[in-house]
């Protein structure tokens, strides 16, 4: 059984004096840095110079920086760019500059897990991943419920890198709602299989059977609210997280 992680066995002070570079400031990079500010964090964001996102960031009242500055800078740096341009991204902008005993933090396990990222024997190398959408990363940070995170300690180079991870996962506001210990691979595999086939499958059935209604006849707006719009799909999921899977069944009739 996978061992969890709540509010009262992480320590906000394990950050105390530690600069935090946030490489990125998209869905996720925003919702990072702003909860880990708001938790009293020293943090910057990194980014490409020209980049659409310096103004909104600085608008937010964070620092901004060039990437290789953000990642000399920093003491703890999270790699929250797009998987498919981090390696192109750490191998040029951010390894040259870290130093050693940096903490070197992931919210996806893919590019440790295939190997196209090989961080230098001196890091630490964790990954507090959100189970959440960025916007519902700071959504729940703010209204003080929190959200579900993994969280793993991959590299460790200075004997304080779990320390670190839970720290990071309470200013992120996670631990409220639990962190659960796994590996890069347990994170890669089970978010893969996510994205690529339990959720793409569920949007395939939704549009075959729009199209099936549809050539039945039924009206589109009742289609489209029995099928989500009416948010009905959205209530039954939390009775699953609520209930669990078959303890929700009886809410539903009989047919």
């Known amino acids: ?24 400031y998209g869905s996720q990079g925003h919702a ?13 964001v990194g980014l490409r110079a020209g980049s659409k996102n310096w103004k909104n960031a ?13 990642a000399k800078w920093g003491d703890i740096v999270m790699i929250l760019v797009n998987d498919e341009v981090q390696a192109d991204v750490y191998k040029r902008d951010i390894a040259p500059n870290l130093h050693p005993g940096a903490a ?10 295939y190997g196209f990222i090989k961080p230098a024997a001196d890091l630490d190398v964790i990954m507090v991943a959100p189970r959440m ?16 995170t993994f969280l793993v300690v991959n590299q460790d180079a200075t ?3 779990k ?12 631990t409220k709602a639990g962190a659960i210990e796994v590996t890069f691979n347990d994170e890669t595999y089970l978010d893969l299989m996510s994205e690529q086939a339990i959720w793409p499958l569920i949007m395939n059935v939704f549009v075959t059977a729009f199209d099936f209604y549809q050539e039945k006849g039924l009206p589109a707006e009742a289609v489209l609210t029995e099928m ?3 948010k009905e799909p959205m209530v039954m999921m939390e009775k699953m997280a609520d209930m669990g899977l078959f303890k929700q069944l009886p809410l539903h009739s009989r047919t």
Do not use: W
Request: charged letters at 20%; a negative charge; glycine letters at 12%.
């Open 1 to 24: 059984m996978a061992k969890m992680y709540y509010e009262k066995d992480c320590d906000l002070n394990q950050l105390n004096g530690k600069k935090i570079a946030i490489v990125g």
């Open 32 to 44: 990072h840095a702003l909860n880990l500010k708001d938790s009293g964090c020293d943090v910057c």
């Open 58 to 70: 600085e608008e937010a009242g964070l620092k901004v920086m060039t990437i290789p500055e953000a």
């Open 104 to 113: 070197l933090n992931f919210a996806s396990g893919y590019n440790i897990t």
């Open 133 to 148: 959408i960025g916007k519902g990363v700071r959504e729940t940070y703010e209204n003080g419920t929190g959200f579900p």
């Open 159 to 161: 004997g304080h890198a």
């Open 163 to 174: 320390e670190i991870a839970l720290g990071l996962a309470k200013a992120l506001g996670s």
């Open 228 to 230: 989500y719009m009416s």
